[in-house]
């Protein structure tokens, strides 16, 4: 059974933002991953294919090792798409502090 799995729903776990974070400056393997956390590797293994079904993480073949790094596109499409929520709270909050600093100097 072949799950589609949605890409905000794989980063809202902290453990896979956690897991992207590592792999941003380079490629490595699931049991250099793991090594960073105090989960057993399966779990380990099982954050990393949910990211990989997302398209969020690729794999890679080196002989007998799968290195996983980021999918930059694929973050990309996720940047592009909560930039417009980010612009309107940075208005918002610009907004705010903009009547906050008028009522002080008043």
């Known amino acids: 059974m072949n799950l589609r799995r949605d890409v905000f729903q794989a980063i809202a776990d902290p453990t896979r933002r956690a897991i992207l974070l590592l792999v941003t400056s380079h490629s490595m393997t ?5 090594a960073n956390f105090d989960t057993a590797r399966p ?14 993480l690729k794999q890679e073949q080196h002989g007998r ?10 973050m990309k499409e996720v940047a ?7 612009k309107m709270w940075d208005d ?15």
């Open 30 to 34: 699931a049991g250099a991953i793991a």
């Open 92 to 106: 918002r909050f610009n907004t705010l502090e903009s009547i906050m600093k008028k009522h002080i100097n008043k």
């Open 43 to 56: 779990t380990v293994s099982k954050h990393l294919q949910i990211l990989t079904e997302c398209e969020l």
């Open 80 to 86: 592009d798409f909560i930039e417009p929520f980010r």
């Open 65 to 74: 090792e799968i290195h996983y790094h980021i999918n930059a596109k694929k």
